[in-house]
């Protein structure tokens, strides 16, 4: 049997989630007509504690795009990380969704972006057409590094992005794990500290097919709409994606199965104390290891991906479980 | 309680669909890189009777504009009826993913094309760089009236497309429902006759979220799954969409849905038989009606869309219930 | 010897413009920095009696699609006449430009746009994301088929973009053609009639390379000049386009070209009053005419081009010779 | 009187140019459809000894874009220098006319690609649709750091491009200094070498406003033909931007101007000599220069760019005076 921690974004589906689609399957109006979908902005305005506005769609790249794409024009920029999944990971979605804006990289720790790291990439574009402008900061939360930015660190970004009239958008793949991790409210890491659109990740924390992206802003929300059924994202059967998502929020589902996700990465950790390549800080593991090593791992029945030549990335999820970890970080341990 | 016939697009899933997803509950790679993804073009080749290659995507605009999007420069054109729903009812996804290419409008009875409609259409494009010139031509089976080409009329426009070398392309957003009507094998439809990519319906024929691109052509399909991540439609968990489709694969379900929805409609048509718009050859109804007469109807509880007017548009989907449909078509001889 | 009525967009160059050029021959700034580009907005201010902002390029094409792409989101459309240039004879240039936006066509008389017709464009479209919602509109000054919108006319569309928060564009390739027929100000028929940008059109009218696009919205020109940039239609030596123009605009030498154009279609049309296929209003004659009777004339060496299988297109230009232009009316006389 | 050394891109024009120019103020078919441009094939194919397709363009922006255009799919990469023109200077320009292809940067010494610094770049690039695949390789010739590659250099890459199935693209806005420096034939740095497409400066070395594509690939050109149309490129006069190069071509003016202008440059790095910090190889100069020092020359009357905070960028042209580059040697040396 095969004890894995590749990746959350292939992890179960939760059984709320399941009974919630189920419960969906009767007749209703199509795409985001219905009953459930209707409830989206509520919902969110609830978590966030002020009036939001919520799209779903069927995975984070169409999210992070979409978001993007409402905010920057095709001849603005976006200031993201070097290690940012947009830059990494997409297949060039950015560029297609914004019409060829440019994505311009920022360095800094643990695939964090800080207002130094920002200006250093403002700085030197002087003003005027020869030099794309930027438009919007993205920045991943928690990182592709496993690192999470407090409520303090966002804040400085947005009133940098404020005072330099650019929006800020905040991809949260793993945003549960981070608010798991802070123990702080939502809005503290989003809308209270200036971001304007945040992509909202459900399909690694115990749903299917299904993210939201979450406006803070009307007229943002009121041109996605549009550039979602444009992009061919506005599923006629909205409803079941609207129910995976508000069976996620009930009861804060979302916040439980990232604790989850959170603890169990706690567990490995305690058996690679001395080999974190950063902090663990949510669901993802950067440890140093040989290549000898993880094939010891793997001999034992462990999958997770590799980290560079002398490294391993192990993630968890919701559904990981808490043997399958003590038996990784012992395994760690003896190496 | 309401008797619904607005669109087949948000009909309820099969149970064998809903089966067949929980079933794929397990840990798998993620994206298309699992189990039942790797089945998809194996599953096709054998309804098309030759080797093709099949992607899922969320919904039929994402289908069909990727589809086209493989075929089609920036700079070129694709020829369609001024009905397509690629013209009328996409807001604007061609031109999204083709990046400007210009859709070129045929007329043609019953929303269908013919090869001297087409011509009607390129005869007046001058060779040249100032004029679009067509690089595709696009048609909908069943079409957006509801009617069906035979496998001769196909094969005179895939003639006319080899001819004048441009790719043909079919929207079969219910595709079963014109197999259904015509009891004629798949492939005499399209790679029989001259089609390069199919978008294959499954989301009005019992699915949830999943249709297929179907490409007959390998360098097509190679593009098409660059394309397919850079829109977002790439899901993480395509194990889900994959699962979906193999279940109405199975057993030709797709087939005996189609033949129950069509059931269906015929059952309607008989209370309409001096009212009908179009012939009735799949699951769409297209009837003459007074605004009165679609008030007594609806005050008896069925729900259908205007068309016009002065008409009616009535679906049906593979659970459309015979006592419905039976109810539906007194009301209307009683009108 | 040959005399020329193909078109004026390959007329000779003024010989004020040869010399202003030359005049520009010295070392100055780069791209729109030098004194003389610099003296555009000031210079289109004069002729149309309020602020407006103004961008040289090289081709209508470029000032066309500049204007537009500034005017419409991707998602939008642009209403249009069916024989519009942008759609008709541009090469997708307006794809490309706006990123995919959507032409919507409407009919008319001479190729003019009425408010009828555009609330026949409007009226069907459903509000929602399943379908383009314009965003602008584009007018052709003087039309396509030689015919002239007046102030009046223009007025009433501009209206109706206004109640509809529509852009209104006007393509001005033969604007000051226009202007010479109405013998009105520039301003009447633009900004006084609710014109946001104009395409005026220099090319044709004696210039080189030079068109401008005059913005009587400063937020549009900013984006515009961006936009221009991204085009590669940012010259380096715009000095050399700015001179064009300045020239063209000094003692409204335009004005004075366009109705020596003007005249010398009035000339031929003296002989061809029973052929008109359309009233002529500026320097374009479209005439009823056999293929047998234009083999005649070609004989006699007059160049110009066919207008369907029984018409002809004749252009006249500011350097058309009146005796050209006699022989040329005394020749179809004698037809 | 102001020494100019701002930049070769707002030189004065050729007498010969201008000559060409007023030579060709007679009536001819628009477009491309003129005597001259339809010289330029054979032009260019005497230049390099091949046959090759060449188109004139108003900008080296363009020039650059519709190459790279022709070149890349929407979904590919562009493999370039961090300093290359179209990252640093064009405003975004790859980005809109590829459809969002993204610019995936390599470093080097001088501006100056080598394939070890390529294969930085591919190598870590994992096959598959999550990461965006290059398509062409971009190189300046000479380079923004005014290097210059020798031929055996160019053939490496040339070599490398070959393997990896990719297009390779030179923007050459100062080729003519390039081969001026090297004394080799014109193909031995392109065609010969490996090159698909050259983009031919003419404007920074006598030109008014035409540079060229050179295709040496006629699949290319016609692409690069559909695509300068829809870019609003197509001038309608182009005869006179035909006129331009054919001017420039006619006893190799082009290559006597460029000698012209990197003798000037070599005047003056004779003052320079301990302050270089780049060989000079062509007509730009880059010195170690502190603002005081800078500030002294410019208060002498010469005019140049700052380099950083403490460097100076210097630029010849065909039309520098001896004299003045003597000054200027004499000014420096004197610091």
């Known amino acids: ?71 920057v024009p095709p001849q603005g920029g976006v200031i993201c990380h070097r290690e940012a999944h947009i830059e990494t990971s997409e297949g060039g ?40 402008q930027p438009a919007a900061i993205s920045i ?20 940098l992005s404020r005072d330099r009239t650019m929006w800020l958008h905040m991809d949260g793949a793993r945003f549960g794990n981070a608010v798991a991790f802070l123990r702080c409210t939502p809005a503290k890491l989003t809308c209270d500290a200036g971001v304007h659109a945040l992509s909202f990740g459900f399909v690694k924390n115990g749903g299917l097919g299904a993210e939201a992206i979450v406006f803070f802003d ?21 409803r079941f994606l609207a129910a995976q998502i508000l069976a996620l929020l009930d009861g804060k589902l979302w916040l439980e199965n990232a604790l989850a996700a959170n603890e169990a990465a706690a567990i490995i950790s305690q058996g690679a104390a001395d080999r974190l390549l950063e902090p663990v800080e949510g669901n993802q593991l950067f440890l140093r290891m040989s290549a000898a090593e993880r094939d010891v791992l793997r001999g034992r029945g462990f999958a997770f991906y590799d980290h560079g030549p002398d490294g391993a990335r192990m993630v968890t999820a919701w559904d990981s479980r808490p043997e399958d970890c003590r038996a990784m970080a012992e395994a760690i341990a003896g190496l």
């Open 1 to 71: 049997m095969c004890m894995h921690f590749m990746s959350d974004n292939a992890a179960s589906v939760h059984p709320n989630v399941w009974q919630a689609m189920l419960a969906a399957d009767t007749p209703d109006a199509p795409y985001d007509g219905d009953a459930l979908s209707a409830k989206l902005d509520e919902a969110f305005s609830d978590v966030f504690e002020r009036p939001c506005w919520a799209l779903w769609v069927a995975s984070g790249t169409a999210a992070n795009c979409l978001a993007l794409a409402t905010m």
């Open 93 to 132: 979605a950015p560029g297609f969704y914004t019409h060829g804006a440019k994505l311009m990289l920022a360095d800094g720790e643990g695939a964090k972006l800080t207002p130094a790291a920002i200006q250093d990439v403002i700085e030197p574009i002087k003003p005027g057409v020869h030099w794309v």
């Open 140 to 159: 991943t939360q928690a990182t592709e590094l496993g690192r999470v930015y407090t409520s303090a660190e966002v804040t400085e970004i947005g009133l």
């Open 218 to 238: 009307e007229g943002l929300a009121d041109i996605a709409r549009y550039r979602r059924k444009r992009a061919g994202h506005l599923q006629s059967k909205g």
